[in-house]
């Protein structure tokens, strides 16, 4: 098997047992992209050939990401006082930052974007399809094994119903971009029209948009609030930022926006129980719920260390130091639900300034990929990720999508794909790097390659 196609498997299996978040999935995760980046570095440094655009540009980001694990692995010898858990945290770290370092490595042309997009569109199409027909079905099984939590509600392989919610959120923001970068432009006559669309109904396109609808069923059918809110919440403001943005847009593109609004909330909605949601979201309460107390008392764990952080990963040992007395549940809190506050204590400020930076500069860009890139494949992808990003920021200041290894990864790949949708080129990379010619053996070259030089 192909690196690349070692990275799509793994692209597609994240989600599938139980999110990754079990004591053997996220390490086989982490030991796989570590494989996959060491063998395509090994492959660079042997070659002597050309990295990726896009990894060059954001070599500021990654390395900030790999000092945060350096600052882990000092807060797992010196400052933690769950040690075992801090040194798990920075193995996971490590997974993380390979994996965004390796998918701007790998995706570094148009066909690797698509295929990416599709790979993750049909795992998330799985998911959204198998836990409807749980529900549906009444048989309510998650990961070969009877739900025992969420009940009559589609969870997928998650265990979470929110989790699911914020995978499909980044996976619909994805398949969106990808759909309007194929926005078609009838032209000609009557005929021609008649002749372009049904060309367009023979097309991948109409079965990327059903796989879309399907998985708008799954989220409204997660009964997720902020799943809910934030996709679409983050489809109006992304949406806004293209009609904007993006030059020599079609009638198309609007109309498509528009009908994503339209259709999913009207139509698909109503019959899939986008009221239960809304009942759901009028229902909730302060009093009702801890989650606001436990996010409060998580910042006030923060302040007691407000630069060195408690350790990362050690926020459950920890909380009970520093839980109220009026969180009344008895259940045991490993996270809180906001990962803007359990980063921030866990990591310390400056660490967090770190992440919160590499962010905010991949959100930058993949708006920009909007704005200034004339390839309609790349101004897709920065709409996708634009949107992806958005939604998982929202969702994430109520939940903890965020400490659920198959939405990291998901996550790492929109931070990625915004730096390659601003920077990758515009044409197809003419061949791949295990294909180039060697710097030190170019003198070597005859004129009967047939091969195209990159511009």
């Given at each position: ?140 099984y998650g990961f070969f094994e009877a739900k025992w939590a969420y009940t009559g509600t589609a969870t997928g392989t998650f ?67 902020m799943g809910n809110t934030a996709f679409f919440a983050s489809m109006m403001i992304a949406g806004a930022l293209a009609l ?49 107390e436990v996010t409060r008392d998580s910042f006030l764990m923060w302040q007691q260390q407000p630069f060195r952080g408690i ?145």
């Amino acid at each position: 098997m192909t690196r690349w196609r070692a990275y799509l498997l793994l692209l597609f299996v994240l989600p599938l047992p139980f999110g990754g978040y079990t004591d053997w999935a996220w390490p086989l995760y982490t030991a796989i992209t570590s494989s996959l980046l060491l063998l395509e570095l090994r492959l660079h440094t042997q070659n002597l050939t050309t990295l990726p655009v896009a990894f060059v540009r954001s070599r500021w980001l990654w390395v900030g990401l790999l000092l945060i694990q350096l600052w882990v692995a000092a807060q797992a010898l010196w400052i933690s006082s769950a040690h075992y858990d801090t040194w798990m945290y920075l193995f996971k770290g490590f997974g993380y930052a390979g994996f965004f370092m390796l998918t701007l490595l790998l995706v570094h042309s148009q066909n690797r974007i698509q295929q990416a997009i599709w790979t993750i569109v049909l795992a998330a199409a799985f998911q959204a399809s198998y836990g409807s027909l749980m529900v549906l079905t009444g048989w309510e099984y998650g990961f070969f094994e009877a739900k025992w939590a969420y009940t009559g509600t589609a969870t997928g392989t998650f265990v979470n119903r929110n989790h699911i919610a914020g995978y499909l959120e980044m996976a619909l923001a994805l398949g969106i971009g990808f759909l309007l970068a194929q926005s078609t432009v009838y032209r000609g006559s009557l005929r021609q029209r008649l002749r372009q669309a049904i060309q367009v109904l023979l097309s991948s396109k109409v079965i990327l948009r059903l796989l879309l609808a399907i998985m708008v069923i799954a989220l409204v059918m997660t009964r997720s609030r902020m799943g809910n809110t934030a996709f679409f919440a983050s489809m109006m403001i992304a949406g806004a930022l293209a009609l904007v943005l993006m030059r020599h847009k079609s009638k198309s593109t609007t109309i498509l926006l528009a009908s994503l609004l339209v259709i999913d909330i009207a139509i698909v909605g109503t019959f899939f129980g986008v009221d239960k949601v809304a009942e759901r979201l009028q229902n909730s309460s302060v009093d009702t719920e801890s989650r606001d107390e436990v996010t409060r008392d998580s910042f006030l764990m923060w302040q007691q260390q407000p630069f060195r952080g408690i350790g990362a990963g050690s926020f459950q040992t920890t909380f009970p130091k520093y839980k109220s007395p009026d969180v009344v549940d008895s259940n045991v809190y490993n996270h809180t639900h906001n990962d803007y506050v359990q980063f921030l204590a866990e990591f310390g400020a400056p660490a967090f300034i770190v992440m919160l930076g590499v962010v905010l500069v991949s959100l930058w860009r993949a708006i920009r990929a909007m704005s200034v890139r004339r390839n309609e494949l790349l101004k897709g992808a920065g709409f996708g990720a634009t949107m992806g990003i958005i939604a998982i920021g929202i969702h994430s200041a109520v939940d903890f999508n965020l400490q659920i290894p198959a939405n990291v990864y998901m996550f790492m790949f929109l931070l990625a794909l915004a730096n390659i949708a601003r920077w990758a080129e515009h044409g197809p990379r003419a061949h791949s790097s295990a294909q180039r010619t060697p710097k030190r053996a170019k003198h070597h070259v005859t004129h009967a390659t047939t091969e195209t030089p990159n511009p």
